[in-house]
């Protein structure tokens, strides 16, 4: 039979764990604010003085006055000449500039006759912030092209996909809580097997799932913190918009936390040693990262990608976060990607619980 | 008389190894029962058995008249296991472990105080209740442990080398607690390296490499060694022992101190002048005199290598 209050007994001693664990204790706070302020302060900047050339084969006056008005705005400053469009991509790919202007020689006439684009801006994109000020550019005043095509042609190198502290912070909730969440649960219950506490556990009548359920609940407080930091600081910092309503917000994250938290018990039952418990954290860890839309585009993956990408609960949750944080979505909107983190709350769960044996072989 | 334990052809094997090899034993109620045996000869394991935490490859173990592996969960209700390595939490207070076992064991709400109170008294911890249990003595972390593994009461209590890194002066006032709680009505099994230990158990079980070589109460084990004990005192032990074990009738040789016990073939008609004898032809003079046998020879006898 379930007993609530050894369940909390677990949970109580695990807050005295903590409470006595600098080092982790100092993690808790450390991991979001350390990674929100690179990924917010290296994605964020406002970007200005950008090097730059530029070839003008059309050299009129109208030409060099473009030039200097692209100049005057700041978002990039001229830094070397170049003579062709082969050269202007040499050198953007060698890292000498980040933007190229080329001016093509009917310059002139294009924009007499209406016949977009007048100029066309190499950029690199590699860095996506700097496709980003560099869209800024097309608004210069040009000409007047027909049809509402873009006077100024853009043509970005290298990656298409635009990204923005905006875009990345809510994300980062949900890639810090499953490096952390994960980590820290399967560590806590990794340790009592290798300090020799667990023999004395399961010698008790606790039953497993009192056990399981005990360990995690300080965690999911834990999450609840780690959130509210990397929201502050996006807001506070980066001028991240929340949209949405923040009650919607915490109980996505709940429901997140619960389910990811339960990878960590499962990687607990199958680890011998703290470091095998690290080491299946980061398996976990790192296709979560990279296919579940916070570092790609989910769109541009490959089908079987996507496909196992819907496994993850990251995936779901940067959906949901992103909907609430971004769009003012509420979390019935987000109904779709919430089913499945229960779902797999259930399942990890059963399996960890299953797997768990009160013995030792 | 009724058994707390009983067990048939209990083995465990790890892989290749036989750790516990079809071990019959039949403890009686209400007494201390002390298994004896060198480092490595499966006490550990048979005792993880006994408490259901290890499944037995084959053979049976009834634990307090249930089966230890389909009824480990009710069983872990009535029994306490002091585990050889300390398993309470280092980094938790004297008092913040022993009320968390309290929880873990469901003692009545409004008598975890008073039953923390009464161990702290018990195993005179008071005093240091709010000391990290990492930073106790090795003699307070085992009274730490005994009492959070009695709390509950338990109708049977595993003690895994509770004494082992313990100084003589608490060790005494350990098997005191000990007498105490079988006095109580528990039944104690205790794994010990320690001679005068043995000495004290009401039964004993000498374990070697996995296999009961001997079983019985101190002074029958005594009484029952199948060799003559020959005493004998020398300021040459070493040259003595040497000789000593050359000789076909001498079956083994323990040092006690400055003296050496012999143990001698009982088929010899008079083993002390047969040493003297043999001990002379070498020059090497000795006092011998034949003397009761004790736990010591016992336990050599029971182990010794050429008994295998
Ligand atoms: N989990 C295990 N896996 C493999 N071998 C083990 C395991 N546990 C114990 N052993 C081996 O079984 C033998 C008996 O060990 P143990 O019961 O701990 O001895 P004791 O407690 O008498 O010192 C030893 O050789 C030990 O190495
Ligand atoms: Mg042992």
Redesign the pocket.
């Known amino acids: 039979m379930f007993s609530l209050s050894r369940m909390a007994a677990i949970a109580r001693k695990e807050f005295y764990h903590l409470r006595r664990d600098r080092l982790t204790g100092g993690m808790i706070a450390g991991i979001p604010i350390v990674m929100t302020l690179l990924f917010g302060y290296a994605i964020n900047n406002d970007v200005r003085n950008l090097n730059a050339a530029v070839v003008d084969e059309a050299n009129t006056s109208g030409s060099r006055m473009l030039v200097s008005d692209i100049g005057a705005t700041q978002v990039v400053r001229f830094v070397r000449h170049a003579s062709s469009v082969q050269e202007l991509e040499r050198l953007i790919a060698a890292a000498k500039i980040s933007v190229g202007i080329y001016i093509p020689p009917d310059f002139e006439q294009r924009r007499v006759q209406g016949r977009p684009p007048f100029v066309q801006v190499l950029v690199d994109d590699s860095d996506p912030t700097v496709l980003g000020a560099v869209r800024g550019l097309r608004n210069m005043p040009v000409g007047h092209a027909n049809g509402g095509v873009d006077a100024i042609a853009l043509r970005p190198l290298f990656n298409p996909e635009r990204r923005s502290a905006v875009f990345i912070v809510p994300g980062l909730c949900g890639v810090i809580l499953t490096l952390t969440m994960v980590l820290f649960t399967a560590i806590a219950i990794v340790r009592e097997r290798e300090r020799g506490n667990l023999e004395l556990l399961i010698t008790t009548p606790i039953s497993g799932l009192e056990l399981m359920v005990g360990k995690i609940l300080p965690y999911v407080v834990i999450g609840y913190i780690q959130i509210s930091l990397i929201l502050a600081l996006g807001v506070g910092l980066f001028d991240v918009p929340v949209r949405g309503a923040l009650t919607d917000f915490y109980l996505g994250a709940g429901v997140f936390v619960t389910s990811t938290l339960t990878l960590g018990l499962l990687i607990s039952t199958a680890a011998k040693t703290q470091f095998q418990a690290f080491q299946m954290t980061f398996m976990s860890f790192l296709p979560q990262l990279l296919l579940s839309g916070f570092m790609f585009p989910f769109e541009g993956m490959p089908r079987a990608a996507q496909l196992l990408a819907e496994l993850f609960p990251l995936t779901h949750f940067l959906r949901i976060v992103r909907g609430i944080v971004l769009r003012d979505a509420d979390l019935f909107v987000m109904r779709d990607d919430l089913w499945p983190l229960a779902v797999f709350f259930v399942v990890v769960m059963a399996l960890a619980t299953l797997r768990f044996r009160k013995r030792l072989d | 008389m009724a058994h707390a334990i009983e067990t048939r052809g209990l083995t465990r094997r790890?892989g290749m190894?036989t750790?516990v090899d079809s071990v019959d034993l039949s403890v009686p109620e209400k007494c201390v029962y002390g298994f004896l045996?060198p480092?490595?000869?499966?006490?550990?394991?048979t005792i993880r058995m006994l408490c259901g935490l290890l499944r037995p490859s084959a053979g049976s173990a009834t634990v307090l008249g249930v089966d230890s592996v389909e009824q480990a969960e009710t069983l872990k209700q009535k029994i306490g296991y002091m585990t050889?390595r300390f398993s309470l939490y280092e980094d938790l207070t004297v008092v913040e472990n022993l009320r968390f076992m309290t929880e873990i064991y469901q003692l009545p709400r409004r008598q975890r105080g008073l039953v923390v109170s009464r161990q702290l008294e018990r195993f005179q911890l008071a005093g240091r209740e709010r000391q990290l249990a990492g930073t106790l003595s090795g003699g307070q972390r085992q009274r730490l442990a005994l009492a959070s593994v009695t709390m509950h009461d338990p109708e049977l209590l595993f003690l895994d080398e509770p004494t082992s890194a313990v100084d003589p002066e608490s060790r005494r006032e350990f098997w005191d607690i000990i007498f105490e709680l079988v006095d109580q009505g528990a039944t104690v099994l205790v794994t010990t390296h320690f001679m005068d230990e043995a000495e004290r158990c009401h039964h004993l079980a000498i374990l070697d490499e996995g296999r009961l070589v001997a079983e019985g109460t101190p002074s029958q084990l005594r009484d029952s060694i199948p060799a003559t004990v020959v005493e004998l005192e020398t300021t040459r032990s070493r040259k003595v022992r040497e000789a000593l074990a050359s000789l076909p009738a001498v079956l083994d040789v323990a040092q006690l101190g400055s003296r050496l016990h012999a143990l001698v073939n009982p088929d010899v008609d008079a083993p002390v002048q047969y040493l003297e004898r043999a001990l002379n032809e070498v020059s090497l003079p000795a006092e011998c005199r034949l003397v009761m046998p004790n736990l010591e020879d016992v336990f050599v006898m029971a182990t010794r290598s050429e008994a295998r």
């Open positions: 790890f190894l750790a045996g480092n490595g000869c499966g006490k550990s394991t050889q």
